[in-house]
T-cell receptor, first 114, second 113 residues
Framework: DAGVTQSPTHLIKTRGQQVTLRCSPK?????VSWYQQALGQGPQFIFQ???????QRGNFPDRFSGHQFPNYSSELNVNALLLGDSALYLC?????????????FGAGSRLTVL | AQSVTQLGSHVSVSEGALVLLRCNYS??????LFWYVQYPNQGLQLLLK??????LVKGINGFEAEFKKSETSFHLTKPSAHMSDAAEYFC???????????FGRGTSLIVHP
């Protein structure tokens, strides 16, 4: 049973460019969350998608946008890249419930902005 | 607003010694609490979770944590450290009315031979 898969694993962009990161959730999961993890920091919540809608959003600017597809996979888009966007971007999937559902994380996409 | 505080950005122990990683949360509502581990160049992996019931929770790799409501704490312990335990550990909190866990800043566990 495949877990959460993310692509690409590494990428390098320059300031002002745009990037798209992709995530396939664990089989059976219907909810996808995206986190940004800067070096030496904990994961910071960007947004969560459920039923192809953004259900909740963290404190990130509109340059960060996303999408969820009917097969539950998801994309994270970042426009007008800044040096400060350099980070590990983690996708986590779960089965939506207000119980103690557990996030299953992918290995991440490491973005470097030059 | 809920928050999670992990005391100590780095903890260093000798192999075979007790591991204690501290986590405190601030919230007035009953919590779900989690510990995750992150090895280099990998995503986060769940070690253990507290939902309701027994306050002492056992996880994988010999780790356990105790929920203490009066202290708003959820410290992670392991009786005997192994070299393979060297990693980054994250405590996370989620209230029952939220879908989104809040993560602490992490504690790097260093294990010396």
């Amino acid at each position: 049973d495949a877990g959460v898969t993310q692509s690409p694993t590494h990428l390098i962009k320059t300031r002002g460019q745009q990037v798209t990161l992709r995530c396939s959730p664990k089989s059976g999961h219907d909810t996808v969350s995206w986190y940004q993890q800067a070096l030496g920091q904990g994961p910071q919540f960007i947004f969560q998608y459920y039923e192809e809608e953004e259900r909740q959003r963290g404190n990130f600017p509109d340059r960060f946008s996303g999408h969820q597809f009917p097969n539950y996979s998801s994309e994270l888009n970042v426009n007008a890249l800044l040096l400060g966007d350099s980070a590990l971007y983690l996708c986590a999937s779960s089965l939506t419930t207000l119980g103690a559902n557990v996030l299953t994380f992918g290995a991440g996409s490491r973005l470097t902005v030059l | 607003a809920q928050s999670v505080t992990q005391l100590g950005s780095h903890v260093s122990v000798s192999e075979g010694a007790l591991v204690l990683l501290r986590c405190n949360y601030s919230s007035s509502v009953p919590p779900y609490l989690f510990w995750y581990v992150q090895y280099p160049n990998q995503g986060l992996q769940l070690l253990l979770k507290y939902t309701t019931g027994a306050t002492l929770v056992k996880g994988i790799n010999g780790f356990e944590a105790e929920f203490k409501k009066s202290e708003t704490s959820f410290h992670l312990t392991k009786p005997s450290a192994h070299m393979s335990d060297a990693a980054e550990y994250f405590c996370a909190y989620r209230s029952g009315g939220s879908y989104i866990p809040t993560f602490g800043r992490g504690t790097s566990l260093i294990v010396h031979p």
